[in-house]
């Protein structure tokens, strides 16, 4: 049963095939492509929406050629097409989502929309067939979530963040630091050399008896601390280091007490911040330490790419779910 799908919701054009391979029983990756816009948007310090889905357009067509060629498939010997249906930017979701569409009507086979968020969320277990009830932790440039999962498709809300997510904060900040463009991995390298208890920023809402979240307080507070400084390049890696600790202490302390308050024995961790070796250090410590499992999707599944939506796809479409050829994207889509 293999399925392709297409991730388009941002700045990564991604392809992947999903199925059983010649070789073996068990379903896995067939090809997952990542073609990066990266070093488009980089001067100009963000993702400009009119140059990725124009970029998304060019790139889609190679890229699902190239996937096939890899899985050494043809497009009608796919089963199923999905494409992320949002949340994202919606000329950017509309790109990959129509084409998607127009591969399942010319090869008469099911389409399914996914959301993006749930990629995310299942991306920890990809190449299984059971997802186990748990708390996921899902930490994106655009959402930070707790959600507790049931089963596929049954999930609840627990908490989120009230402003910034949590990368998007990783990414203001390496703004103001003048770091490259997306500052996430830049703050995780320089944060390597750093102190982490060198400035003592805000762990907002810690001490709140719910499991939101607030970053926004955090990112002024590393502003006026930059101020401050007569020689602020001086102290990047104290600076990187000390904001760091200051997100990573907040989402660590909700996630276990959310687990807790739910009685679930298992965490996951999630999205393109999940990257960061010590946030899934310390996370995973933590969850040893209360006796909980902890579960995290590999680096290359947690930054945007198509194995994840193939994935949330597969689980769908085995439950028996595909979606209408005039099913629109949603730029605001939620998960629960
Ligand atoms: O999941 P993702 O690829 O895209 C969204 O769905 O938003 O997440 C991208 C976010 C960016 O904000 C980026 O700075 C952050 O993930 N990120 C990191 C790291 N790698 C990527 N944040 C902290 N440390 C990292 N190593
Ligand atoms: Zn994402």
């Known amino acids: ?11 990564e054009t991604a392809v992947a095939i999903y199925g059983k391979s010649s070789s073996s029983d068990n379903n896995s990756l067939l090809a997952s492509l990542i073609s990066s816009q990266i070093e488009l948007h980089k001067d100009l310090g963000g993702v400009v929406p009119e140059l990725a889905s124009r970029n998304h357009t060019q790139r889609i067509s190679p890229l699902v050629a190239e996937a096939l060629e890899k899985a050494g498939l043809s497009a009608q010997e796919i089963d199923a097409f999905a494409a992320t249906g949002g949340p994202g930017l919606a000329s950017s979701l509309t790109v990959g989502h129509s084409f998607a ?23 920890p277990f990809v190449g299984e067939e059971q997802i186990p009830p748990h708390l996921a932790l899902i930490v994106s440039g655009g959402h ?12 609840q809300l627990l908490g989120q963040t009230l402003d910034d997510a949590a990368g998007e904060a990783f990414d203001k900040v390496a703004k103001m630091l003048e770091l490259p463009y997306p500052g996430g991995p830049e703050i ?31 990112k002024t507070s590393v502003l006026y601390t930059l101020k401050k400084l007569p020689n602020p390049r001086e102290r990047l890696p104290d600076l990187c280091a000390s904001f760091q600790a200051a997100v990573f202490e907040v989402l660590i302390a909700k996630a276990l007490r959310a687990a807790r308050r739910e009685k679930l024995s298992l965490i996951t961790l999630s999205g393109g911040v999940s990257c960061n070796a010590t946030l899934r250090e310390q996370l995973s410590a933590a969850c040893h330490e209360e006796g909980l499992t902890f579960r995290s999707s590999p680096p290359s599944l947690s930054t945007d790419n198509a194995a994840m939506i193939a994935f949330a796809a ?5 439950a028996g779910q595909t979606s209408s050829l005039s099913t629109d994207i949603d730029p605001n889509l939620k998960l629960a």
Request: proline share 5%.
């Open 1 to 11: 049963m293999p399925l392709l799908a297409i991730e388009s919701s941002c700045d």
């Open 101 to 123: 569409k127009g591969l399942a009507l010319a090869a008469k086979k099911p389409f399914l929309s996914v959301n993006h968020m749930e990629g995310h969320l299942l991306s």
């Open 188 to 218: 995780e390298k320089l944060a390597k050399t750093g102190d982490p208890t060198a400035f003592d920023f805000p762990r907002s809402m810690l001490n709140e008896d719910n499991l939101d979240f607030s970053f926004s307080g955090l």
């Open 144 to 155: 930070t979530l707790l959600i507790r999962v049931r089963s596929v498709g049954d999930y």
């Open 314 to 318: 597969y689980h769908r479409l085995r």
